[in-house]
């Protein structure tokens, strides 16, 4: 659709976003950067020699080996100590690899190789030879064993179990310092020259990782080596960021495509109701679901501004952290800046219209982006209701009075958004970075009481009753009468044979109670008759009496008498019951008590599974954060870490508030820290549950999903947890959902450390291995922050004196004469330099401060009021031009190359649906089906 852009000039935007791309630069080869990174590189020399040392094995030879004196007097070692030699290559099994290169043979080869430079390979690869390192490893056994043996006369160490412990420890150190030559050695012999001065060099000049890291502080080293000092340049300390400001401008509306189609009969009333949900994140839709609030009022609003679209775009793009002021005068402010790529071109102009080309491709992708997403999300449901509507619904009523049947299309209203940016001026800025900044940044516990279970539902068990340990019989009355002529010994049966029964079944005879209850008192008493062996219930036999026989044991002499006496006896059975009662009494008991274990186990882990289930749901409904106090607490991480970072660099405390107020100031007088940004560097750097130590850095272990189960229910992820499959395998990373919880936060599924109240961007920044801060410089203190930054302590000046690549000889002569403009001090080294200099001599140094001139002579710019053409009582700044004249419609739409300072260089026009709907009245050819064109609006 054609659009007449003269009948919006003058135009008010009704908001605005500020914008900028950052660009770091390339030459200044950083101090702090390379200190950063000589663990690391460091790591990777000792890793060779590691590597190397595992194939050696060394080679000592003694006569006779060295030993202590039964008489105390220890033998002079020096005097015929061992030999020891270079290392020599291993069998396949060996492994003696060093701890790490701590050895004195070590030591006397850096003593020999301090007078030598790195580059200087030619002087100092001779002291590698195999008869130069034989030396040194004699003067190095020379040392060890004169130690030891110094040691050994120290302690006074006499027993031969002593002599032989000190001998296999002297044995031990020399062996390891064979190992540590002989790796040498290896190393040399294969022409390994990097690693040997990478090794025995503490302060290199150049690289000389190992070709994994090759490229690291020389990442451009693929160009020309023989132009100039093109191929030493590395990251510089400093960049530009490109600032911008993004206008929305309203121009019209007009009805869209049709949604809806309604007809009414002649004298119909029909009442439609329409519904409206639109979301532009996943999480905002989850979250209205659950609180089941329709605000109408509000979010719509807020949905249908493209700006404000385009603006929480802004915020969710390149996990960015942002300062929050803003000023008029070309302060950073509340800018959303997108990194742009690296460049070594000092020259401004280039650099903007590379940074305009930049932010032209990002911001029509998310303004596009970001009106295709509002335009997808709309769902509109039209019906009719016969009940309450609720409060927050629109109702429209149509109604039809004529006698002919009336068809309505119902039509979105649609806006047209025009678009525009601005050129806001340039900063220049300072990067440094911060390592693992997550570690000082705390996570939110939540605190949730499981509801303990409910054991009122479990009865108690009816257990049997134990049986009765003992349980008398019925008592049985004899009468018996001594009826025998003869003498007789031992038990005598007189009583005749009882016949038992157990009174209850499982009991067996304990034993039987005789009374005499009249006679003479003689030694009544019974014996078994009959005994059954039964079932004991553990597999094996117990005895059982069925009758017995009453009787009288005589004395040992026997018993004899004329007298024919009577007596009566009362007879008491006394029954016990049996093993196999008692047992199967206990096994029943045993299992009415395991049910009802085994119900308070279901309960406890019911409410477990619901405590569980409960903490998940809690957890994932947790509303982050305000976005802008998550942001404050990591820029003050980062802060505290740059802080830290330069009092250590200096020698300071910085532990002192004092020190620490010094240094703030020092950084706030030449640096706007509170406009300062952070790019967090992906997690999948150093993917945080992966590794344990990389370059120094302590990566916190991987803290999985924890539901405060513990011990209690140890099945709980095989029983009570369901997937499609895959759950199951090895993935530590797995976590937990329920029906009713939000889906996961992002890294999830990737065993992040996760804030249960931060948003993605603090996850984010907790796991990442790194953040670049960048500082901008506060405007006109650009030569002052370049000035101080090139202090030993900070950045250093490694790098400033190559020479400088212009593009084009016209460039280089540009930025010279540039240089020879500016007002520097009658008789500073900065005059009289370029007033003698050629543009084939400008350096690295002298682009720098080209650049920060051209960047202060733009902000000047920007402070010098212009006077409005049509009306020159108006007044204002450059930068708020399009304030006061609203829109101006740009030729072409997109001008990138333009010269002109503060200029809108591009725009484009968005489409934007609304909620609004209109009904339109349409008419169709009942034989054809076509829809008729609109009668024409009656002329007055």
């Not at 031990?172 to 310092?177: A, G, M, V």
């Not at 409904?621 to 404050?632: K, S």
């Not at 993917?687 to 370059?695: D, V």
Request: charged share 20%; net charge negative; hydrophobic share 40%.
């Amino acid at each position: 659709m054609k659009v007449d852009f003269k009948q919006f000039e003058g135009t008010l935007p009704y908001a605005a976003q500020l914008y900028g791309v950052y660009q770091p630069l390339l030459g200044w080869k950083s101090k702090r950067l390379q200190r950063r990174f000589e663990p690391a590189l460091s790591s990777v020399g000792e890793g060779a020699l590691v590597q190397t040392a595992i194939g050696i094995v060394p080679v000592i030879t003694q006569e006779p080996p060295p030993h202590l004196t039964a008489q105390g007097g220890p033998v002079d070692l020096l005097a015929n100590p061992p030999k020891v030699s270079l290392g020599t290559a291993a069998p396949a099994t060996a492994a003696n690899a060093p701890d790490s290169l701590d050895s004195v043979f070590a030591s006397l080869m850096r003593d020999k190789l301090k007078p030598f430079k790195r580059g200087d390979v030619a002087q100092w690869r001779p002291l590698f030879a195999a008869e130069q390192l034989q030396k040194v490893l004699d003067e190095a056994t020379t040392k060890v064993t004169t130690a030891h043996l110094t040691a050994v006369r120290a302690l006074d160490r006499v027993a031969p179990a002593d002599a032989e412990s000190d001998n296999a420890l002297l044995l031990n150190k020399l062996s390891r310092e064979s190992v540590v030559a002989g790796s040498v050695h290896a190393l040399n012999q294969t022409d390994q020259v990097k690693a040997l001065g990478q090794l025995f060099f503490a302060d290199p000049d150049q690289t000389v990782a190992a070709k994994d890291v090759s490229g690291l502080f020389d990442p451009l080293q693929t160009l020309d080596p023989t132009n100039g000092g093109i191929s030493r340049v590395s990251l510089s300390p400093i960049g530009i960021v490109h600032l911008f400001r993004q206008y929305f401008f309203e121009f019209a509306s007009f009805l869209g495509t049709p949604v809806q189609h309604v007809w009414l009969s002649p004298g119909g009333t029909v009442e439609l109701v329409e519904v409206a949900t639109r979301k532009t994140t996943v999480e905002k839709f989850t979250e209205t679901a659950l609180e089941q609030i329709q605000k109408t009022d509000t979010s719509t609003t807020t949905q249908d501004e493209l700006s404000d679209a385009v603006r929480e775009e802004n915020q969710q793009n390149t996990k960015l952290g942002v300062g929050v002021t803003a000023s008029a005068s070309g302060g950073v402010g509340a800018v959303f800046t997108a990194q742009g790529s690296t460049s070594l071109n000092f020259e401004l102009d280039t650099s903007l219209k590379q940074a305009k080309e930049q932010t032209h491709k990002q911001t029509r992708q998310q303004t596009q982006a970001t009106s295709s997403q509002i335009k997808s999300s709309f769902k509109s449901t039209l019906r009719v209701v016969t009940e309450n509507t609720d409060t927050s619904s629109k109702r429209y009523v149509l109604q039809n009075t004529t006698n002919k049947l009336v068809n309505y299309e119902l039509r979105r209203k649609m806006r047209q958004v025009g678009v525009q940016l601005q050129d806001l001026g340039t900063q220049l800025c300072w990067q440094t970075y911060v390592d693992d900044p997550g570690a000082e940044l705390g996570i939110a516990k939540l605190v949730h009481i499981a509801e303990p279970p409910d054991l009122s539902r479990v009865q108690a068990p009816q257990l049997i009753p134990a049986p009765q340990p003992e349980v008398l019989g019925t008592p049985v009355s004899l009468n018996v009468e001594w009826f025998f002529e003869d003498r007789k010994y031992g038990f005598v049966g007189i009583g005749g044979t009882l016949q038992l029964v157990p009174p209850q079944t499982g009991y067996i005879l304990d034993r039987a109670e005789v009374v005499v209850t009249s006679g003479e008192h003689w030694a009544w008493g019974y014996k078994n008759r009959d005994v059954q062996q039964i079932d004991d219930g553990a597999g094996g036999k117990e005895a059982s009496v069925t009758s017995i026989d009453v009787g009288v044991t005589t004395a040992p002499g026997g018993l004899e008498t004329d007298d024919h006496p009577k007596f009566t006896l009362q007879v008491t059975p006394i029954w016990r019951p049996s093993k196999k009662l008692v047992l199967d009494v206990t096994a029943k008991n045993n299992a009415k008590l395991a049910e009802v274990d085994a119900e308070k186990t279901r309960l406890a882990q019911e409410a477990y599974i619901t405590a569980a289930q409960d903490r998940v749901k809690a957890a994932s409904n947790i509303t982050p954060r305000a976005y802008t106090d998550l942001r404050e607490e990591e820029r003050i991480v980062v802060f505290r870490n740059l802080i830290r970072q330069l009092t250590k660099e200096v020698g300071l405390d910085a532990e002192q508030p004092q020190v620490r107020h010094v240094v703030a100031e020092l950084i706030q007088a030449m640096f706007d820290t509170d406009s300062m940004l952070y790019f967090v560097a992906p997690e999948w750097w150093i993917p945080r549950a992966r590794q344990l130590k990389i370059f120094n850095w302590t990566i916190s272990e991987k803290s999985p999903q924890d539901v405060g189960l513990g011990t209690a229910f140890p099945d709980f992820d095989k029983k009570q947890t369901v997937s499609w499959g895959g759950a199951n395998a090895n993935r530590p990373d797995n976590y937990y959902i329920t029906g009713d919880s939000t889906p996961a936060r992002l890294g999830s599924s990737l065993g992040w450390v996760l804030q249960l109240d931060g948003d993605n961007s603090r996850n984010a920044f907790l796991n990442a291995p790194w953040v670049k801060a960048v500082v901008p410089v506060r405007p006109g203190r650009e030569l002052d922050a370049v000035n101080w930054l090139q202090r030993n302590a900070v950045e250093g000046t490694d790098g400033l004196d190559d020479l400088y690549q212009a593009g084009t000889p016209a460039a280089a002569q540009l930025v010279l004469n540039a240089l020879k403009e500016y007002p520097w001090p009658a008789g500073s080294p900065q005059r009289q330099r370029y007033d003698r200099i050629t543009a084939a001599e400008l350096t690295i140094r002298d682009a720098i401060s080209y650049l920060a001139i051209k960047i202060n002579a733009k902000y000047q710019l920007s402070l010098q009021k212009v006077r409005d053409q049509e009306d020159p009582t108006v007044s204002y700044l450059p930068t708020d031009k399009v304030y006061e004249t609203g829109f101006d419609h740009l030729q072409g739409g997109f001008e990138a190359s333009g010269s002109k300072p503060f200029a809108v260089f591009d725009q484009w026009i968005e489409v934007m649906p609304t909620e609004q709907i209109v009904a339109v009245e349409v008419k169709y050819d009942p034989k054809t089906g076509q829809q008729l064109p609109p009668d024409p609006f009656p002329v007055a």
